[in-house]
C-alpha cells in the first residue's frame, strides 16, 4: 500500500479483556515496528521484525504483551488481560532493508483506552 | 542507561519567529540522530544526521549534529502556523535498525 495502514484507528475495552491491533505496512518494507505513545510522552520501543530473522522482542512491557507477523507482511500486536496502564496510542512502523533501515514511516496509529 | 533529552518540551511563539529545539543524547553505540514531526498521531520523518557538523535543510527547516558534545539542534525560521506540532528527536543503533529511543518532544505552537 502508499503507507503505513494500521486498525483499528480507536478501541476501547473493558479490563481484562484481549484486544488485537493490526499493521499492515509499506509493500516491500522489510522490517516492521511497534511503538507506544503514553499521554504527553516520547514513543516507547515495544518489538521489531526484520525479514525471517527472530523478533528483538526486548521492549515488550510484560508477557501479556505479543506479536507475530505473518508472510513477512501483516503484523498483529496482542495485549491480554488489558489494564487500564496499557492505554495508549500504538503506533506501528515500516522500513527498507540496507544503510538507512532506521528512517521509520509511521502509521496513524491505534488509540486504545481501558476502562 | 541510554537516554535522548529534549527542550524545552514545550514552546509558544509567533508567525515569523525563529526557534531552535535542543536533543542531547547519552548513548552507546550511537548511529544517527533523526528528527520526527508529529501532528495528530503519525510522525513523519525529517531529518537523518550521521555526521558531526553537516547542516541538513529542508525548506525553512534545518539541522545540525554534534558528536563532541552529543546534542542536535533542530531550526526552524520565518515560523507559520502549519509549524505547530510536536516535534520528536530520535536515536538510532548500530546493528538495530529502526530501533529508535525518543525524547519527549517539543511541543511548539505558532500563534497567528
Known amino acids: 500500500g502508499a503507507g503505513v495502514s494500521q486498525s483499528p484507528s480507536n478501541k476501547v475495552t473493558e479490563k481484562g479483556k484481549d484486544v488485537e491491533l493490526r499493521c499492515d505496512p509499506i509493500s516491500g518494507h522489510t522490517a516492521l515496528y511497534w511503538y507506544r505513545q503514553s499521554l504527553g510522552q516520547g514513543l516507547e520501543f515495544l518489538i521489531y521484525f526484520q525479514g525471517n530473522s527472530a523478533p528483538d522482542k526486548s521492549g515488550l512491557p510484560s508477557d501479556r504483551f505479543s506479536a507475530e507477523r505473518t508472510g513477512g507482511s501483516v503484523s498483529t500486536l496482542t495485549i491480554q488481560r488489558t489494564q487500564q496502564e496499557d492505554s495508549a496510542v500504538y503506533l506501528c512502523?515500516?522500513?527498507?532493508?540496507?544503510?538507512?533501515?532506521?528512517?521509520?514511516?509511521f502509521g496513524s496509529g491505534t488509540q486504545l483506552s481501558v476502562l | 542507561e541510554d537516554k535522548v533529552v529534549q527542550s524545552p518540551l514545550s514552546l509558544v511563539v509567533h508567525e515569523g519567529d525563529t526557534v531552535t529545539l535542543n536533543c542531547s543524547y547519552e548513548?552507546?553505540?550511537?548511529?544517527?540522530l533523526l528528527w520526527y514531526k508529529q501532528e495528530k498521531k503519525a510522525p513523519t520523518f525529517l531529518f537523518m544526521l550521521?555526521?558531526?557538523?553537516i547542516e541538513k535543510k529542508s525548506g525553512r527547516l534545518s539541522s545540525i549534529l554534534d558528536k563532541k558534545e552529543l546534542f542536535s539542534i533542530l531550526n526552524i525560521t520565518a515560523t507559520q502556523t502549519g509549524d505547530s506540532a510536536v516535534y520528536l528527536c530520535?536515536?538510532?543503533?548500530?546493528?538495530?535498525?529502526?530501533?529508535?529511543?525518543f525524547g519527549q518532544g517539543t511541543e511548539l505552537s505558532v500563534k497567528p
Open positions: 512502523a515500516s522500513s527498507r532493508a540496507g544503510p538507512t533501515n532506521e528512517k521509520l514511516f
Open positions: 550521521t555526521s558531526s557538523g
Open positions: 530520535a536515536v538510532s543503533f548500530y546493528n538495530q535498525g529502526g530501533k529508535l529511543i
Open positions: 548513548v552507546t553505540n550511537f548511529r544517527s
